[in-house]
């Protein structure tokens, strides 16, 4: 009985704004993950063959510097909110310290040192806050991913304008590292951050807190138990529970999850098998 | 065609034997259309078809020359049409048809006592019905087994010069004769040949004159003068029988492909390239080699008229790019991020970055190895303490 209600009460993990920043970031990635894909292995049988099914090369680099140009807004409005709104016009330090913050403090890389202990049976397992280092990893992977995959791509789509401050053998560079620094992203994302989020035991198949913004009590307590402590302790459990996610949602976002991950990964084994045939 | 002078020798000399002004006495017999051999074929003439061609005005025994008047043996000695037409003849001999039938002359001239002219559309070979009747052989897929010869007629009717031949009816279009030649065809591994592979420009030139022109101004048409037979052709980019128009896609892809033969490794290098990679995409907009080399008149670096000279690269890059500038050409299409020497910032860009991959995903690859085994093994002890416990 104790244990139902435990998995009956829920409480918020994401905003309604955050979960619309991970939906423009996600739709894009994979858009720009399977445009670029195209570009990148196009000597293989399968990209002139989605390339035509979209349209050709001008649909594909059109649809590439669509996403591109929706990330980048995406990516510099949360920038501007936080970093601007909440950090320097609201002065919320919590922004730049503390549990709440995405900015690495000691206590994670005491986590990952904890976490292999674990791995390796030599410990307990560590107890996270709110946010565990690999999520951190994982968000400020986008912040490496923006400044070398988006400088390097605006780069090259207005190579003449670049040229002005650049020279022109910059360009030979910059195709390099967009191509790698998207291999890098794409593998990451849809082999590490769905393995760590979704496919590892204990969130199998997937986690919906992304997409319905709320966790149950007993996600909460396994998987953030210093945070589910601290706001006990400080007496701001109540406010931070809320209903369950209408159902509607669940089904949504479930069926988001599985169009995503399951293309993510058709797209992980293509771009595998053509890197390593080609090496 | 030195036949008058022969046929008027014939005339003077030959027709007091058998008294034929006209053919009639011949015709009486062999007017009819049931007369046979003894082997039973037929040895009827149609005496109006006759009048009708080129030997028209020729009595019988000009070309049956050892039949003296009736009757007449009963295999009378096969004609030979070397007695008038002894140029034609000789450049048989010595061509690959030399030896294909007894008298190779009706294989394309068509039936002996109706030939007409060379320019009549009724001729067999009339240009536009070479192709068909070169067919009749080259495009029999017996015969090719047997003389080991490719199926050229089907490539040839789907070409560009097939398809202006025969669907246009355009006569200045490229038959097979337009480049085998007639009656001395040669075979392609003959030097003398016109389809030999060093003569070939000058034989695609002989209607393709501004090609050709270029193609020699051209590094390859130098070295090919210089006697350098390795150099391309003009059928190595455009093929002999397949030819289409340049425009097309499928041909323009495979393209590159051609130049990367010799030049491998600006081929491989371009490989690496955006150019590359969206060409591959079936976009043809995209650089390929001609695009900055041009197509005939391919020059080196080094010569100052070249497109990719130093001083023409703005110009030749901003074909595409509007708004080239000198440093904007800096740009190597050519780059090879395996040569430190030539291109230090792209060979240690590409270290770092096979670096960062490697260390990214060898920590990740550990870290989520184990993470898998050891929740694995959690769950399960959890799920047995919870069967147990209820």
Redesign the interface.
Known sequence: MNENNSSNRYYRRFSLGQRYLHGVIMSTFVGLAFTGM???F??TTW??AV??AVG???A??FFHKFCAVLLTVAFLTHVGYVVVYRGIIKRDKSVFWGPNSMIPQLKDLKDLFG??R????LGPRPKFDRFAY?EKFDYWGVFWGMAVIGFSGYS?WF???F??F????W???A???HG??A??AA??IF??HF??THL???SFPMDLVIFTGRQTEKELKEKHPEEYQRLLEKGQLQAAQTNASPEWLTILGRLIGVVVISSGFVLLVLTLVAFFRRQ | MRWPLAAVLILAFAIPAVSAQDNSECLACHGQHDLHDQAGHSVYVDGTAQKASIHGTLPCTGCHADIKGYPHPEHPAAVNCSTCHADEAKDVTESVHANVSANTCLGCHGDAHSIVPVNDPQSPVFTLNIPKTCGSCHGNPDMAKKFGFPDVYAMYMDSIHGFALTKDGLLVAASCASCHGTHKILSHTNPESRTYHTNIPATCGSCHNGPERAYFAGIHGQQLKAGNSKVPVCSDCHTAHQIVQVQTVSWQMERSATCGNCHQKQYATY?D??H???S????TE?AHCWNCHREHDILPASDPQSTIAPGNLVATCGQC?????A??????PH?D?RDFKS?P??YI??LF??L??LS??SF?GV??L???????F??RKAGARAESGD
């Open positions: 195209v570009l990148r196009s000597h990209a002139p390339a035509h050709g090369f001008a594909i680099l976490q292999f674990w791995f390796l049976w690999w090259m190579a003449p304008f040229a002005r650049f020279p022109g053998s360009l030979n560079i195709l390099l590292i790698e620094e291999l890098l593998w990451f082999a590490v393995f760590n590892r035991p204990g | 490989l390239t955006f590359a990679q969206v591959a995409l079936g976009y995209s790019h509007a708004g080239a500038t440093s904007f050409v800096s740009y190597r780059a991020s291109f910032a792209l860009s590409a970055m096979n960062l991959l990214i995903f990740f870290h989520t184990l993470w898998f085994i050891r929740s694995y959690d769950r």
